[in-house]
């Protein structure tokens, strides 16, 4: 039977056997009497009787309560509120049920070099800071934080903390003073672990400054812990990482502070950069029982698997990467730049450490794929078994790259989520096939659909995503947000009820999806909306162009004005024809109606500290004339490429 064009890879009968999907629906059947035959039969059991399937992940996953649970769900409106009511849990606690002396807990490395620790090492030194913790009057409830890189020392304080119930919050090194200040300040710590400085790029960054003005601003730091050198001299109140450690007993017993299923577990972050961010907040038991079954139902990692994504500690790509640990997975932590000395380097540590799931983000596979690279060509990638791919569209170039040059019989496992639910939506499938420039599925358990205009679920075309019933991992709050205002208007003002997550997607017949971006950042075009995905993906088969951001920017006549903003290539430069060739590409490609009004040469393309395109606060700046000052600086990625844009508004308008 041939293989329809758009079918990059077909999962294996010896897969689908032995993946953890298809045992859990063996187990269905065994203990439910459910036969539920394929994925699209499971998906759709598993939000319509949503109490029943997380009941079933728990059981399945054999989640150890210390005290029973009395309910499975007491309200099930959206968010839904009283999950497993009454069950008491610690979420360290199950990461350490999988200590085991086969391979170690987990690996390292950052630009200087690397290497591992085991289960015994981990274990001593999370006990250690347990202690610690205890002596300095840490208690369940407090809330610890970190300015910290992608290091053992993050995952060691993370478990520490969450092992006596105290709330877990972290930052990366590469954020500014003001942009920690304003997230650190709302949730007021009682303990701060820091780093005296981190390399990136083949350069090293002191922040020793900026963790003591960080203590001097956020007036209930009690404490300060410091991974540093022996030449920093210490204040009042401020210890040596190092120090702590070598206070560790072997023999220290390590323990586990039972509580409530919906107790705070960690806070992460809106990306701020227009506002106040918002400090989102999770509960102990909805993130485990979320994370159990997206790592394992989805993504099929298998213990003793190595399981890298690169990410910082900003990003709740972190969080999942730990999380690899719940499922008996070894997290692969690596610091520093992707791109340096070049951008072989990820590749090259999956060829030496052997990695099983490579994770990363569409705009670093992007990256590859102009430059060209042949990994296949360079590399031994025989024990990978996924890529994953996430933080924004993938387009189908890239899709198609990864098979010609990276590895034919890879599992391509692209995903899309959010913060909010520190989790995916929608993602892979070790049943199902991988289609070009698509992701695989809806996740189970998270009821999500396309609504057209009139508020229905629509099919194969182009919908706003919402999400109709309640998920565990959803927050349980903002912190600091009296009556839930911010928590409200965030996801239910659109549709009472419903959970609008501001994606614009698609949805086959077959299932498959497609995220055409955000729809505060939609190109409305005489009535018809657009994605900016779809135009991204456009200019990325383009060898001149090196960047670009689209925006559509609705006129009070009426009207609309949709300026494309490129970075060229540095071997490349706009011409009149280069200009007619992205005009002629896009109405081939797309539409007419893609064609923008302007092609304007920037500088740069501005980024959240994410890795997000700042579609929405550009766009805000043309419609308000000068929305500079509202934008926060301390949470870019690269705040000189806001620069240009500002410069450029204030001539555009006071041209016209």
């Known amino acids: 039977m041939a293989v329809p064009d758009d079918i990059l890879w077909r999962p294996s009968a010896d897969l689908i056997r032995n993946s953890n999907l298809t045992k859990f629906q063996k187990w269905l059947t065994q203990t439910r009497g459910l036969t539920l035959g394929d994925y699209t039969a499971l998906w759709q059991w598993s939000v319509s009787e949503i109490e029943l399937f997380w009941e079933s992940i728990a059981e399945f996953y054999e989640v150890k309560f210390h005290s029973d649970y009395n309910a499975v769900l007491v309200d099930p409106s959206m968010p839904g509120r009283g999950w497993f009511s009454g069950g008491t849990l610690n979420y360290a606690e199950h990461i350490f049920r999988n200590k085991t002396a086969k391979h170690p807990a987990l690996y390292f490395e950052n630009e200087l070099g690397g290497g591992s620790l085991s289960w015994d090492e981990l274990e001593i030194q999370v006990s250690a800071f347990q202690t610690f913790l205890l002596d300095h009057g840490v208690t369940c409830g407090d809330r610890v934080v970190g300015y910290l890189p992608n290091s053992p020392v993050a995952i060691i304080a993370f478990l520490a903390a969450n092992s006596i119930g105290a709330i877990w919050s972290c930052c990366s090194p590469d954020f500014g003073v003001s ?32 963790v003591r003005s960080i203590h001097d601003q956020i007036s209930s730091i009690k404490t300060v812990v410091v991974d540093a050198s022996l030449s920093l001299p210490l204040d009042d109140g401020t210890y040596r990482w190092q120090d702590v450690m070598l206070d560790a007993e072997s023999d220290a017993l390590l323990r586990f502070t039972p509580v409530a299923f919906e107790h705070p577990i960690w806070i992460l972050y809106s990306s701020g950069t ?41 990003w709740m790509m972190w969080n999942f990467l730990q999380a690899s640990m719940l499922v008996g997975g070894v997290p692969v932590l690596y610091d520093g730049s992707p791109g340096y000395p070049n951008l072989t380097k990820l590749w090259s540590l999956c060829e030496d450490l052997g990695i099983h799931h490579f994770g990363t983000s569409a ?49 391509l496992c692209s995903m899309s989520g959010g913060t909010d639910v520190c989790t995916a939506f929608v993602g892979s499938s070790p049943s199902l ?29 182009l919908g706003e995503m919402v999400i109709l019933q309640p998920m565990p991992s959803m927050p349980i709050y903002f912190w600091n947000d009296p009556g839930g205002s911010r928590f409200h208007t965030s996801y239910f003002d659109v549709y009472p009820g419903i959970w609008r997550h501001g994606d614009w997607i698609e949805i086959a017949s077959d299932g498959s999806l497609v995220i055409h971006g955000r729809s505060d950042a939609t190109l409305n075009r005489n009535g018809i909306r657009i994605g900016t995905a779809e135009i991204y993906s456009v200019l990325d088969s383009i060898d001149e162009v ?38 002629q590409t896009l109405r081939t490609q797309c539409s007419p109606r893609h064609i923008p009004d302007d092609i304007l040469v920037c500088d740069d393309i501005p980024y959240t500290l994410s890795g997000k395109k700042m579609e929405v606060p550009i766009k805000r700046m043309f419609m308000h004339r000068d929305a500079a000052p509202t934008i926060q600086r301390d949470a870019m990625r690269n705040p000189e490429a806001i620069d240009w844009f500002v410069s450029y508004v204030s001539k555009f308008y006071h041209k016209g």
């Open 546 to 583: 090196s960047d670009s951001l689209i925006i559509n920017v609705e006129q009070p006549n009426g009207g609309d004005y949709m300026p494309l903003f490129i970075v060229m290539d540095d071997t490349a430069e706009m011409t009149s024809d280069l200009k007619k060739r992205i005009k």
């Open 179 to 210: 942009t920690v200040v304003e997230r650190f300040s709302q949730i007021e710590p009682v303990i701060l672990i820091a780093c005296q400085g981190y390399h990136y790029g083949g350069k090293t960054f002191d922040r020793t400054d900026e």
């Open 274 to 314: 227009t506002g106040k961010p918002k400090a989102i907040t999770h509960s102990h038991g909805g993130v485990l029982l979320e994370l159990l079954k997206y790592l394992s139902l989805q993504n099929d990692v298998r213990p003793g698997e190595r399981f890298f994504w690169f990410t910082t500690t900003g």
């Open 433 to 461: 096939p991988v289609r070009v420039g698509r992701i695989q599925a809806r996740a189970l358990g998270c009821a999500l659909e396309a609504y057209g205009t009139d508020q229905q679920p629509v099919v194969d075309e």
């Open 363 to 411: 705009p670093f596979l992007i990256a590859c794929m102009n430059q060209e690279l042949a990994v296949s060509d360079e590399m031994d990638l025989s024990t990978l078994r996924t890529i994953g791919s996430t933080g924004a569209p993938l387009p189908a170039e890239a899709f198609r790259w990864v098979y010609q040059h990276v590895k034919r019989d890879v599992w």
